[in-house]
């Protein structure tokens, strides 16, 4: 049996962060005045901007870029692979795809993000599961997301 301990590895920390264990963050760069919770993993070539918060249990995979002032719910699940060639990419990062938040962007609970834009100012309800690009701010919800209304 292989054991594995939570860790953090290799992470740029900007200044008055915030970490709950258990945590997996590795080779990644986290603002200031960020808050992390418990039971989060963050990948290589995360980019998190300033005082943006990841509440427990979310999972941020590699090449996801969060603006600044962002709110990233419980249970928040980031992917990368699209299956494009109709199966899992597993290592071959060369399939991923990029995930890029704004700034003010608010992520409700049990969300899922694929690939995607979504800008500033945005608000992403509760579960709601965002498969294209989100360009004018608004509040979005549904599966597949779909506006809601202006902000």
Not at 7 to 25: A, L, Y
Not at 46 to 65: A, N
Not at 86 to 106: E, F, L, M, R, Y
Request: aromatic share 8%; with cysteine.
């Amino acid at each position: 049996m292989k054991e594995y301990q939570s860790q953090v590895r290799k992470v740029s920390f900007g200044t008055g962060c915030t970490i709950v264990h258990p945590v997996n963050i590795y080779e990644c760069e986290i603002g200031d005045s960020c808050f992390v919770g418990p039971f989060v993993e963050i990948q290589n070539n995360v980019l998190i901007g300033d005082r943006t918060k990841v509440q427990s249990h979310s999972f941020i995979c590699e090449m996801v870029h969060i603006g600044n002032d962002c709110f990233i719910g419980h249970g928040v699940m980031f992917i990368n692979d699209v299956f494009s060639k109709g199966k899992p990419a597993g290592g071959d990062s060369t399939q991923w795809k990029k995930t890029k938040i704004g700034n003010n962007v608010s992520i409700g609970s049990n969300a899922t993000i694929l690939p995607v834009e979504i800008a500033d100012e945005t608000v992403i309800g509760a579960g709601a599961v965002v498969t294209k690009d989100i360009l004018t701010k608004g509040v979005y919800a549904g599966n597949p997301a779909r506006k809601l209304r202006d902000l």
